[in-house]
């Protein structure tokens, strides 16, 4: 079985790799292309805190909008908008897991007005040469978790983040190329709709 570490080292390589040393990005800067990042779609990789992972494709319509879709043999569908988030599981019928967004910390990229310059809300700011990483947390809620933030420069990509809860679970995502600018309907994020599609 690949370990989780064997896996991340590969995943990040491929991603991340650049052959021209970047400088470290500004919070303005980062908040700016977060800001920008209207709607994008494409593919990701998600390495779970047991070390399993998954695949699938992501859909962001921002502000407060994502969806993940799990490719197969996973039928788990994560969707956040209307300010909570779902996990419906397509292997049950039951009614699906929500909660509120605002708990989350991947409520503070889907804001409308990202301002990663705000007091106490990055805890970590840091750069290799050639990504630059932020750690950001609710700064009125730190209980609830934070997000790492892997970027990259020239133009600035969101390449990764990891998601570490209150318990000190930690999911990474990461990033193939994103599609940006597309016409993603509202449908794709609204809960209740998906609930009453489902007959659940």
């Known amino acids: 079985m690949i370990t989780r570490r064997f896996a991340l080292a ?8 650049t052959p021209v040393a970047a400088e470290k990005l500004s919070l303005q800067a980062i908040s700016n292309y977060l800001n920008g990042l209207k709607t994008a779609s494409g593919e990701f990789t998600q390495v779970n805190d047991d070390g399993t992972i998954l695949t699938g494709t ?61 007091d106490r809300m990055v805890v970590g700011h840091k750069s290799d040469a050639t990504t630059t990483t932020v750690v950001a947390q609710d700064p009125d809620h730190p209980e609830y978790g934070s997000i790492e933030m892997v970027f990259t420069a020239n133009p600035v990509e969101l390449r990764q983040w990891i998601i570490r809860d209150g318990g000190g679970s930690e999911t990474t995502v990461i990033l193939g190329e994103l599609e940006k600018g597309l016409a993603i309907g509202d449908t794709k994020f609204n809960i209740p709709q998906e609930i009453t599609r489902r007959g659940l």
Do not use: C, W
């Open 10 to 17: 590969i995943l990040v390589a491929s991603v991340v790799a």
């Open 58 to 118: 992501i859909l962001i319509k921002r502000p407060g909008r994502v969806r993940f879709d799990y490719n197969p043999p996973e039928r788990t569908l994560v969707m956040a908008g209307g300010s909570e988030v779902a996990i419906f599981d397509g292997k049950s019928n039951q009614s699906p897991e929500r909660y509120p967004l605002a708990r989350t910390p991947l409520s503070l990229i889907l804001a409308r007005n990202v301002d990663l310059t705000r």
